[in-house]
């Protein structure tokens, strides 16, 4: 039977594409997710304005259920002496490789154009608003709130949970440490707690009493059973689908998490500045003690050097975004391996 919060998201499988920012998630796989009875979140991050409108309104002519997803800004300024370092670092790794990076350019302070895609989201409303790495104030929330959208906050400790449930949000997030690419955390700088997602859930729905998603490292019926048996009303899943059919994901990457020696992922802020987990490789070898903290600077920085990487084929200069169930990503498409994951439940 399905949960209260899947009635409540209108899924008859409570087991989401989680958003990916980047590339892999597309609108093909946010319809995928839908079309197999659950759903999934359209990735705002990176985007312009615009390509975000466009492909929200792929979504809404598909007529299917479906999310968004929203870097909240939560600045973490780069020391400026401590880019200058790394800047000249990573434009001399540039160089060997034929890349020009800027050793001089200031750093890129940005907001991922907040503003304009709340403006986006009142002229396009869209049913679920997931919001990732801070809360937003409480004038946005309510403008968010405006457009009848359930707004769903990621959350990765108790704390943050409790702020999300005092800030008004309807549904909490909570990410474990395993989960791939960035982490939710409202505090970068502080090292990303390594507790199992089955006890955060726990703590986290006895703490605020609001319904929960379950996200990070979850690659398996097993893990997503245990997930749902510790409270969760739905789970998310993210780097499992990285080498579906439907996904954006490059052939760099794809390659990488199908490679047979890389068995290991890192938490890492040497690609952007802020922490992430991803498939251990050169760079992040190289450069991980190096790199200030400082998002969404290095962010900027290095992006030059990542997307060159990733159209030579070249996987030890590209980050290799990856949760700890990688191995378990399969070529299939999304709903083969959505259904899959949902069979003990």
Do not use: C
Request: glycine share 8%; proline share 7%; net charge neutral.
């Amino acid at each position: 039977m399905p949960s209260t919060l899947a009635r409540t998201l209108g899924i008859t499988t409570p087991v989401l594409a989680a958003p990916m920012a980047g590339g892999a998630g597309t609108p093909a796989l946010v319809t995928a997710a839908a079309r197999a009875g659950g759903l999934g979140f359209l990735a705002a991050g990176y985007k312009t304005p615009q390509t975000f409108a466009e492909e929200i309104a792929v979504l809404a002519a598909a007529s299917v259920p479906y999310g968004v997803n929203l870097f909240v800004p939560n600045p973490l300024p780069v020391d400026r002496a401590a880019f200058a370092r790394y800047a000249a670092l990573v434009a001399a790794e540039g160089e060997r490789h034929g890349v020009r990076v800027d050793p001089a350019a200031a750093p890129v302070e940005d907001d991922d154009a907040w503003h304009a895609k709340l403006a986006v989201l009142r002229e396009r409303p869209a049913p679920v608003v997931s919001l990732t790495f801070g809360l937003p104030s409480r004038a946005d929330l309510a403008a968010l709130r405006r457009t009848g959208a359930l707004l769903l906050q990621t959350v990765t400790s108790v704390a943050e949970a409790k702020a999300a449930a005092e800030a008004g949000v309807d549904v909490l997030a909570v990410q474990a440490a395993a989960a791939g690419g960035h982490s939710g955390t409202f505090t970068p700088t502080a090292p990303v707690a390594d507790l199992s997602l089955v006890d955060l859930v726990g703590a986290v729905r006895h703490a605020t009493g609001l319904p929960v998603i379950a996200a990070g490292g979850l690659a398996t019926a097993a893990d997503v059973a245990a997930a749902v048996a510790a409270g969760a009303g739905a789970v998310a899943v993210g780097t499992v689908l990285l080498r579906s059919a439907e996904a954006g994901t490059t052939a760099t990457h794809r390659a990488a998490l199908a490679d047979p020696a890389r068995t290991t992922t890192v938490i890492t802020r040497a690609f952007t500045g802020r922490p992430a987990r991803a498939l251990r490789n050169g760079f992040t070898e190289r450069y991980a003690e190096l790199a200030p903290f400082g998002y969404p600077a290095l962010h900027h920085l290095t992006a030059p050097m990542r997307r060159a990487a990733a159209a030579a084929g070249d996987p030890e200069r590209v980050h290799l975004w990856a949760g700890t169930g990688f191995r378990h990503a399969t070529e299939e498409p999304a709903a083969t391996i959505l259904t899959r994951l949902a069979a003990d439940l």
